[in-house]
């Protein structure tokens, strides 16, 4: 296993370095200057190459990216240009924010998604699996954004039941007030999460039914539910593992759209800012940041694949004997 890891670990490297320099590039390349932001109309041409040089934005974009990756090996991410602050640091200052909002989302849509894909498999082409998958089409082709418009009508502005915006009220700290804050915009960004893992484990629910060790285990007397639970399962989540995996990167990133919807202070409301004044460092923080998350979540899929699927576990075995 730790052969396996340090290959995996190495690979890490050129697409790290691939991805940043293309981020880079795009970045740089796209119209619009931030420096526009501090240019006043009685301003010297002096005075503008000083806020350029002062601001990091002289020499050449070659020049602009090797400093900026020489600041990253010695885990500097630079200054932000608008507010002058370290962006490591803002952007842990909204981590805890976005990860509890995305990671209670990711829970309730596993939680939703396993007991509804099984279900529906079991009941192929019935009356339930319809109904189902029809809640599915509707979960994967609804736009986020107007879900989440429609809850904060109908459960805040008309019912009065939660609240619209924000993470807490204000004067208090309990935790049962975050927890009331984060039931719309969790709700909203689970749906469409669920909806895909519902139809990934209806799918392979559907094909594993059909194979010869649920038949052997029909035939020696095991029940349905002990067939789906202790067999079926296990097989069922390997792509859900795979696009879990994939989806890691949004428990830090989260969703920039929703987070502004709702107000909730985490790094969706940051990343916008810095996308609009055109912040390099601020949008290459949480370029690179994506990238590692995405790469472990990738790895850590890989591993969990022996936890639900043996065989998997006798290559990886295999692997590290050869």
Not at 195 to 206: C, D, G, K, M
Request: aromatic share 8%; proline share 4%.
């Amino acid at each position: 296993m730790k052969r396996y890891l340090i290959k995996r670990i190495v690979q890490m490297i050129p697409v790290l370095i691939l991805v940043s320099i293309f981020s880079f590039m795009i970045i740089h390349f796209a119209p619009g200057d931030p420096l526009n932001m501090y240019i006043r109309q009685d301003m010297t041409q002096q005075e503008i190459d000083d806020i350029r040089e002062d601001l990091g934005l002289d020499g050449s974009v070659v020049e602009q990216y090797f400093a900026w990756l020489v600041n990253i090996c010695k885990g500097n991410f630079g200054n932000s240009l608008i507010n002058h602050q370290p962006v490591a640091a803002q952007i842990f200052e909204k981590l805890p924010a976005t990860i509890l909002l995305m990671g209670t989302s990711f829970v309730l849509s596993v939680l939703g998604a396993i007991p509804l894909g099984l279900w529906s498999g079991m009941k192929k082409n019935k009356t339930v699996d319809q109904v189902i998958s029809l809640f599915s089409y509707i979960g994967i082709s609804i736009p986020s954004f107007w879900l989440a418009l429609m809850l904060i009508v109908v459960f805040a502005l008309n019912l009065h039941l939660l609240p619209s915006n924000g993470m807490r009220t204000v004067g208090s700290e309990s935790l049962l007030d975050i927890l009331w804050h984060l039931i719309l915009p969790s709700i909203v960004l689970s749906v469409g999460n669920m909806a895909v893992f519902t139809r990934y484990i209806r799918s392979n629910t559907i094909t594993q039914l059909e194979e010869e060790y649920v038949l052997t285990a029909k035939a020696k007397g095991v029940t349905k539910r002990k067939i789906m639970t202790g067999h079926v399962l296990k097989n069922c989540l390997l792509p859900v593992i795979t696009i879990a995996g994939m989806n890691l990167a949004s428990l830090v990133t989260g969703s920039f759209i929703i987070e502004s919807v709702f107000g909730w202070p985490g790094m969706g409301t940051l990343g916008m800012s810095a996308i609009n004044s055109r912040d390099y460092p601020m949008i290459m923080g949480f370029t690179m940041l994506s990238c590692i998350i995405l790469i472990l979540g990738n790895l850590i899929a890989d591993l969990l694949y022996g936890v639900a699927d043996p065989r998997i576990k006798q290559e990886v075995k295999r692997f590290r004997e050869s």
